[in-house]
């Protein structure tokens, strides 16, 4: 059961292109948004759909797959895990961000 802790699996499109940033010694982090659709039929019998986006992380290897291959709308498939981090912004508040940090990454086209 320890393999199934913190496991976060996605399927959905990139909301925008992904940004790149590159670190002294070649190390590279990709961050880009997946948005993942459900519907459901409500108490009327109507059609609701809802869409949920996710901030999402890639380090090394995966990060230079992301940058060659991946594009906004592309549709992809994620496994990693799901992180929380804090950061104070340019007026001192602080603020929160939850993240899927990607251990597997699958492209599935447009």
């Known amino acids: 059961m320890n393999a199934m802790r913190n496991t976060v699996q996605l399927i959905g499109n990139v909301g925008n292109d992904p940004e790149i940033k590159n670190f002294d010694g070649g190390k590279k982090v990709a961050n880009l948004t997946i948005a993942t659709n459900d519907s459901y039929k409500n ?8 869409t949920e986006w996710h901030k999402v992380v890639a380090w090394g290897k995966t990060a230079e797959i ?6 906004k709308g592309l549709q992809i ?12 912004d340019k007026n001192g508040e602080k603020r929160y961000i939850t993240e899927v940090v990607v251990n597997d990454l699958l492209l599935l086209g447009k």
């Open 43 to 50: 108490d009327k019998g109507e059609k609701v759909e809802q």
């Open 77 to 88: 498939a994620i496994e990693g895990k799901l992180t929380h981090r804090s950061y104070d």
């Open 66 to 71: 992301i940058e060659k291959f991946v594009t």
